[in-house]
């Protein structure tokens, strides 16, 4: 009997989830955004945060090691003020692949310029509340888990605050992935010419 090596298998993966990621066109920011105002939990923050990250997909994939990779863009007053793309590797008991789209929010001048700065990462705290049914993530350099919530239709979704600053949401738009790993998402922000 052949052995089969996960690496081989999770960079299949990996290649085909950052095909899903890139390249964003403006209109996909524009809609990924539109999603983010239907609902209620985040409606909000579109209101009275300083400025805010999109990204309309972030792909996701590991067997045993993993990682994930998305571009985005950063506003501030409505207005975008630079790129951004997030990374995250991971190692540990995981399996599957995913997409998803996910906004953070500044509450203030000083979040968004820790963010702005060049290179951010999340610490162990931070987490993601989700606006779909089905799945509440957390991300954060301990890991990640899972766990249910009700969509934006029901009204009945997770309240969230901001936490160092920062408010961040997800919307799974397809995929099954099961995780319990290391990791935290890594930010690079370039500002606009």
Request: aromatic fraction near 14%.
């Amino acid at each position: 009997m052949k052995k089969i090596y996960p690496f081989p298998v999770v960079l299949i993966m990996f290649v085909t989830v950052l095909f899903l990621s890139i390249p964003a066109h403006a209109d996909k920011f524009t809609d990924t955004i539109e999603v983010y105002k239907k609902s209620k939990a985040v409606q909000p923050f579109f209101k009275n945060a300083y400025g805010y990250a999109v990204f309309p997909t972030i792909g996701k994939a590991g067997i045993g090691i993993g990682g994930s990779y998305g571009k985005g863009q950063v506003y501030k007053g409505g207005k975008i003020t630079g790129e951004v793309s997030v990374i995250k590797g991971s190692i540990g008991f995981q399996l599957g692949a995913q997409a998803f789209s996910e906004m953070i929010f500044f509450k203030d001048k000083r979040a968004y310029d820790e963010f702005t700065s060049g290179e951010f990462e999340f610490d162990a705290t931070a987490s993601a509340v989700a606006i779909t049914a089905g799945a509440q993530a957390k991300v954060g350099t301990e890991g990640a888990t899972a766990g249910a919530s009700a969509g934006p239709a029901t009204g009945e979704q997770a309240k969230t605050s901001y936490h160092k600053g920062m408010a961040v949401f997800v919307h799974t738009k397809g995929g099954l992935m099961y995780e319990a790993a290391i990791g935290g998402q890594k930010f690079s922000f370039k500002p606009k010419k």
